[in-house]
């Protein structure tokens, strides 16, 4: 079975423009969730996608948001970027979603705001 | 809402044993998982603890009291390759949270 994949894995992008990153769950798997980790911190959970349907989210400004399409796979956008916006976002897939004691995780996407 | 604590750095020598304490403040709880990841890596699934007691796992070991909202992870004959960043999360209903992580450096 193919793993999580998540593009482009690295993006460098400048203050005040909008970004766009892609997950494509393990195949089956109509969970996706989104998490932002930076350098010494936990992973912040952003949102959950099952089945189209955003599930759960995280305390996050309404800049961050996303979808899942029919095929599972899922974007999150972030507009209006700001530098605190740097960090790892990562993508984890499941079967049952946020309360599935193990969740796959993709590579994630480093993005850097200058 | 929901609260973890773990240590932030553990460092311990080849061959030792090393544990990771978790500790949690949570509603609707069902388990606690572990994840490791390696810098630059993604996380991976290591262990998960839905009832009260010991789960092994080669040489990988996690623990769970509920009545102590406490967990931990046990490592044994540390390997140079154990050196990573070690998160517990708390599966709740509809839910996980993860705690900030601990790093571990292994030492020759």
């Known amino acids: 079975k193919a793993g999580v994949t998540q593009t482009p894995r690295y993006l460098i992008k400048t203050r005040g423009q909008q970004v766009t990153l892609s997950c494509s769950p393990i195949?089956?798997?109509?969970?996706v969730s989104w998490y932002q980790q930076t350098p010494g911190q936990g992973l912040q959970f952003l949102f959950e996608?099952?089945?189209?349907?955003?599930?759960n989210k995280g305390n996050f400004p309404g800049r961050f948001s996303g979808r899942q399409f029919s095929n599972s796979r899922s974007e999150m956008n972030v507009s209006t970027l700001e530098l605190g916006d740097s960090a790892l976002y990562l993508c984890?897939?499941?079967?049952?979603?946020?309360?599935?004691?193990?969740?796959?995780f993709g590579p994630g996407t480093r993005l850097t705001v200058t | 809402g929901q609260s973890l604590e773990q240590p932030s750095e553990v460092t311990a020598v080849e061959g030792a044993i090393v544990q990771i304490n978790c500790t949690y403040q949570?509603?609707?709880?069902?388990?606690l998982s572990w994840y490791q990841q390696h810098d630059g890596g993604a996380p991976t699934f290591l262990s998960y603890?839905?009832?009260?007691g010991l789960e092994e796992t080669g040489r990988f070991s996690s623990f769970l009291s509920r009545s102590d909202s406490y967990g931990y992870l046990l490592l044994q004959e540390l390997q140079m390759k154990d050196s990573a960043s070690y998160f517990c999360?708390?599966?709740?209903?509809?839910?996980?949270?993860f705690g900030d992580g601990t790093t571990l450096t292994v030492k020759p």
């Open positions: 195949s089956g798997h109509r969970s």
């Open positions: 603890n839905g009832l009260d």
């Open positions: 999360a708390v599966i709740g209903a509809g839910k996980s949270t």
């Open positions: 984890a897939s499941s079967s049952r979603g946020q309360d599935s004691y193990e969740q796959y």
């Open positions: 949570t509603s609707g709880f069902y388990g």
């Open positions: 996608y099952f089945s189209e349907t955003q599930r």
